[in-house]
C-alpha cells in the first residue's frame, strides 16, 4: 500500500518530569510503534489517559522527535533530513488540529494574519495569492470573509476551532491530525466540528488521524480504530467490525465501557489501575489487568499477529465474534 506516512520502530522516552521518584527516571510514552497511514484514510486512537495518544499525534505531525526508529512522510526518512527541508516537508505535507483553540491561536493576530503566517513562512504564492488564499480557506471552514478581521478572542469556541482547521489546511496538505479536537468545546457544537472534519476529507481526499477519548465517535468517523495500552499500539483493527471482531482483550474492555454500544450494563470490568509508564510491566503490558493472562504473557511482549487487515499483540486473543456476555462469563 503506498503510504502518506510510516512510523516504523517509533520509541519516545523522555526524563520523568519532576516528581519522579529518582532523577534517572524514564517515561516510556510510546513503544515500538509501527503504524502506515494510507492516502485518505482516517484512523482512530483510542486509549485510556496517559497511554500516548498525543506523543503519538505529535510524532506524526513532526513536533516530537522520536528517541529511536523512523518517521516516513512521502517517502524521506524525516529526522535524516537538514531542518530546513524536515520543515518544509512536514508543513506541506500535514497540519495539526490541537485540543484547544482558545491556547492554539495567537490572541493578538487577527485571524488574517493566523491564516496568512504558514503562507508566509514558506513562501506561498505573490501577496495578493496569500490574501486570496485566506479567502479561499475561511470558505472552506464555513466562515465569513468579515472573519479575517475578528481577533480570535472575539470569536465563539467553535468558530475558533473553524480557523485552527483553516490554518491547519493552509499548505494544502495530505494529511490532517486532529488531537481530541473537540473536548474543549461546547456539547452544541462538537458535531458541527466533527462534521466539518469529516467533510473536508471528503472534498479534499485527505486522511485524517484522529485521538479522542470518546470511542464511539471515533468509531464512527474512522476506517481503522488504533488501540493503544501503555505507549504501545495493542490492535489496529477495521472500525465497522469494532468492537465484536476486536482480539484483544484490552480493546472489548474499552468497547463494553461504552454506553450504547453492545451491553451498557454488563460491561467487561477493567479492574485495577494503568501501571506507571516509568516502570512498565515485562512481557505484555495489559497482563496485569487481564483475565487471560499467564506466564508467556509476563516473559514476551506478543509479536504481531495479523488477520486480514487486522492486527493485534497478544498471546491469548479472545474469540472474533465473542459476545461480552460470553467473556465476562468467561472473566467471572
Ligand atoms: N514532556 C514529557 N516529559 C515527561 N513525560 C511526559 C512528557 N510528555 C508526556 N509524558 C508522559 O508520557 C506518557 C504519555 O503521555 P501522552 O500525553 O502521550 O498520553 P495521552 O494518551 O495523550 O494522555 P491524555 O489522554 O491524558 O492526553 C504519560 O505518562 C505522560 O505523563
Not at 192 to 198: E, K
Amino acid at each position: 500500500m503506498s503510504s502518506v506516512l510510516e512510523l516504523k520502530d517509533v520509541h519516545v522516552v523522555h526524563k520523568a518530569r519532576s516528581g519522579g521518584v529518582f532523577a534517572r527516571d524514564r517515561v516510556y510514552a510510546l513503544t515500538a510503534a509501527n503504524l502506515v497511514i494510507g492516502p485518505g484514510e482516517t484512523v482512530g486512537v483510542v486509549g485510556e489517559s496517559g497511554c500516548g495518544k498525543s506523543t503519538l499525534a505529535r510524532v506524526l505531525v513532526g513536533l516530537q522527535r522520536p528517541t529511536a526508529g523512523t518517521v516516513t512522510f512521502r517517502g524521506a526518512d524525516l529526522w535524516a533530513l537538514k531542518e530546513s527541508r524536515r520543515r518544509e516537508l512536514v508543513g506541506s505535507s500535514v497540519g495539526m488540529v490541537f485540543q484547544d483553540p482558545s491556547t492554539a491561536l495567537n490572541r493578538r493576530l487577527p485571524v488574517r494574519q493566523v491564516l496568512r503566517d504558514p503562507l508566509d513562512v514558506h513562501r506561498r504564492g505573490a501577496p495578493a495569492e496569500r490574501d486570496a488564499r485566506v479567502r479561499e480557506l475561511l470558505d472552506l471552514v464555513g466562515l465569513p470573509p468579515s472573519a479575517a478581521d475578528a481577533l480570535p478572542s472575539q470569536l465563539s469556541g467553535g468558530q475558533r476551532q473553524r480557523v485552527a482547521v483553516a490554518r491547519a489546511l493552509a499548505l494544502e496538505p495530505d494529511l490532517l491530525i486532529a488531537d481530541e479536537p473537540t473536548s474543549a468545546l461546547d456539547v452544541s457544537v462538537r458535531a458541527q466540528i466533527l462534521n466539518l472534519l469529516l467533510d473536508l476529507k471528503e472534498r479534499l481526499g485527505l486522511a485524517l488521524v484522529f485521538v479522542s477519548h470518546d470511542i464511539q465517535t471515533v468509531r464512527r468517523m474512522s476506517d481503522r480504530v488504533v488501540t493503544m495500552y501503555l505507549g504501545r499500539i495493542v490492535e489496529q483493527t477495521p472500525a465497522q467490525a469494532v468492537p465484536l471482531a476486536a482480539r484483544h482483550p484490552y480493546t472489548r474492555a474499552l468497547f463494553s465501557a461504552t454506553p450504547g454500544l453492545i451491553s451498557p450494563i454488563n460491561a467487561i470490568p477493567l479492574v485495577g489501575a494503568v501501571p506507571s509508564a516509568t516502570n512498565p510491566p515485562s512481557g505484555c503490558p495489559f497482563r496485569t489487568r487481564c483475565w487471560r493472562a499467564d506466564e508467556v504473557c509476563a516473559a514476551e511482549m506478543p509479536d504481531a499477529r495479523t488477520d486480514a487487515d487486522h492486527l493485534f499483540h497478544c498471546h491469548h486473543p479472545v474469540a472474533a465474534g465473542a459476545t461480552d456476555l460470553e467473556l465476562i462469563q468467561e472473566r467471572a
